[in-house]
C-alpha cells in the first residue's frame, strides 16, 4: 500500500516499555500532531495531562484495576474531554453559556478521541508503541480529583507511551463485510461470518499465550456484556455538567 497505511495496519497494543525515555520535544510533536486532528466547530475540546508525579501514577495505575504499565511506561497521559475553556470563552464575552447537552459532551469526546489517535499514530511512526487506558474511568472521580479537572471536563481515558519492550501479533479484525455496509444496514449475513472470524480470534489467542487463552471473539463480547459497564458514570458526568439535557 503505503507507508501510513502499512503504518496503521501495525498497531499493536504495548504494555512492556523498554526504560529509554522518550524525549520531550518528541512528545510534544505528538501532542501537536494530535491537534492537527479534525475537531468539531473548531471546537478544541481535548485537554491532555501528562503525569509525571509518581504518587499520582501510582494511584492511577491501581485505580486503573493495578495495570502495572501506568506506572511504568515512560509516560502516561489523560485525555480529558474539555468544555472548560469554552466557558472561559463566554466569560470574555460575557456571555452566558449554556452547558449540560448530550450533543457538547458527544462533540467534546469525539474530539478527543480524534486527537488521541493522532498521537497514537504519531508515537506510532516514531518507533514508540502506546496503549490506551479505559481503566481509569473505574475511579473517575478519584482520578479527576487528583488531576484537579474542574466542572465540564471529564477524563476519557489514559494512555501509555514508550519505546516496546515487546513484540505481539497484531491482533485480526472482523471481515470487512461486518463492517462495511452499502447503502443500507444488514446484519443478514453477520452471524455466520462472526462464526468464521471467531476461530480466527481463538488460533490468535491460542498462539499469543502459548495455548492458556481459548475464546473466541462473540465469547468473549458475551462475557463483558452480561456485566454492568460502570453504571457510575452517569451520575458522574452529570456532577461535572454533563448530559443534563
Ligand atoms: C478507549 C480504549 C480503552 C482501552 N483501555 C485499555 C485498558 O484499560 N487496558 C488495556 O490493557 N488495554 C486497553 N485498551 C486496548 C484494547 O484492549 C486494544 O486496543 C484491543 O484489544 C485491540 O488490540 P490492539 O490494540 O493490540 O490491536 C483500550 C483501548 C481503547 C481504544
Redesign the pocket.
Known amino acids: 500500500m503505503n507507508q501510513v497505511i502499512d503504518l496503521l495496519q501495525a ?3 504495548i ?1 512492556k516499555f523498554t526504560e529509554t525515555p522518550v524525549q520531550q520535544e518528541l512528545l510534544n510533536t505528538c501532542i501537536a500532531a494530535g491537534q492537527s486532528a479534525a475537531t468539531s466547530s473548531f471546537i478544541q475540546a481535548c485537554t491532555v495531562i501528562q503525569v509525571n508525579d509518581s504518587n499520582n501514577r501510582n494511584a492511577l495505575s491501581e485505580w ?2 493495578n ?1 502495572q504499565y501506568v506506572k511504568a511506561a515512560p509516560v502516561f497521559l489523560v485525555f480529558c474531554a474539555d468544555m472548560n475553556r469554552h466557558k472561559l470563552s463566554c466569560e470574555m464575552h460575557q456571555a452566558e453559556m449554556l452547558s449540560g447537552f448530550t450533543e457538547q459532551f458527544i462533540t467534546a469526546t469525539v474530539d478527543c478521541a480524534l486527537f488521541a489517535q493522532n498521537v497514537a499514530i504519531a508515537a506510532e511512526s516514531e518507533g514508540l508503541g502506546v ?5 481509569i474511568r473505574n475511579k473517575i472521580d478519584l482520578v479527576s480529583q487528583a488531576l484537579e479537572l474542574p466542572d465540564l471536563t471529564y477524563p476519557v ?1 489514559g494512555m501509555c507511551i514508550g519505546y516496546p519492550d515487546q513484540d ?1 501479533e ?2 485480526p479484525r472482523l471481515p470487512l463485510e461486518v463492517v462495511l455496509k452499502q447503502d443500507k444496514y444488514s446484519d443478514k449475513n453477520d452471524a455466520d461470518i462472526i462464526a468464521e472470524y471467531d476461530k480466527t480470534i481463538k488460533a490468535y489467542y491460542q498462539s499469543r499465550t502459548g495455548g492458556q487463552k481459548d475464546m473466541t471473539w462473540s465469547e468473549q463480547i458475551s462475557g463483558m456484556l452480561q456485566k454492568e459497564a460502570r453504571p457510575h458514570m452517569l451520575s458522574f458526568l452529570k456532577s461535572r455538567g454533563f448530559l443534563h439535557k
Open positions: 498497531h499493536r497494543s504494555r486503573a484495576g495495570q496503549v490506551y487506558i479505559g481503566g481515558f505481539p497484531v491482533k
